[in-house]
């Protein structure tokens, strides 16, 4: 089976302006799961998706949002761009939701704003 | 609210020698335990996890980590490093109330050959 992908692996934005990065989990898996990594905050949870609902949602501002497809691909999306965003965006999909799913990363993208 | 510590941001080992990463968390039940590897440029791998039963816990890569409920704690031991072990090791906890999964700081591991 191919592992999770993400896309673009590197990205760099300017305050400001919006990003969107890309999630395909491995087949078969219905949960997406996205997280920030940043050396000063460590792994942080953003959001879940689970069959193209939200059922899950960590402590960010609304301009981190993202949705789900049909095919369980997943997508996040950063508005107003700072500088502070400047992170690795992991993805990782599970067949199971919540705590109970075991989950697969992905390599995560990396997002430098300037 | 569900917190993990992980007390060693670093650790130094020669390689063939033991490893004990340590792990505490704040939870009233039994939670959900996890730790996963993160070697540079790489997602995470998970290693391990316990959910119920016995509590010693045997995983990939010939990691294992033992659950201790007195002590709220979860290390996560390897008898004889190697130095493709050198990677981020994460300690990661979950709970059925809070329904997401919280991870430690993580302890960096520098092998020396």
């Known amino acids: 089976k191919a592992g999770v992908t993400q896309t673009p692996r590197y990205l760099i934005k300017t305050r400001g302006q919006q990003v969107t990065l890309s999630c395909s989990p491995i087949s078969g898996h219905r949960s997406v799961s996205w997280y920030q990594q940043t050396p000063g905050q460590g792994l942080q949870f953003l959001f879940e998706y689970f069959s193209e609902t939200q059922r899950n949602k960590g402590n960010f501002p609304g301009r981190f949002s993202g949705r789900q497809f049909s095919n369980s691909r997943s997508e996040m999306n950063v508005s107003t761009l700072e500088l502070g965003d400047s992170a690795l965006y992991l993805c990782?999909?599970?067949?199971?939701?919540?705590?109970?799913?075991?989950?697969?990363f992905g390599p995560g993208t990396r997002l430098t704003v300037t | 609210a569900q917190s993990v510590t992980q007390p060693d941001i670093h650790i130094t080992v020669s390689e063939g020698a033991s490893l004990e990463l340590r792990c505490n968390y704040s939870y009233g039940a039994t939670p959900y335990l996890f730790w996963y590897v993160q070697s540079p440029g790489q997602g995470l791998q998970l290693l391990l996890k316990?959910?119920?039963?016995?509590?010693l816990v045997q995983g990939i890569k010939g990691f294992e980590a033992e659950f201790k409920r007195s002590q709220s704690s979860f290390n996560l031991r390897k008898p004889s490093v190697h130095w493709s072990d050198a990677a981020e090791y994460f300690c990661?906890?979950?709970?059925?109330?809070?329904?997401?999964?919280?991870f430690g700081p993580g302890t960096s591991l520098s092998v020396i050959p």
């Open positions: 990661a906890v979950g709970t059925t109330s809070y329904d997401k999964v919280i």
């Open positions: 316990y959910f119920s039963g016995d509590t």
């Open positions: 990782a999909s599970s067949h199971g939701t919540g705590v109970n799913g075991e989950q697969y």
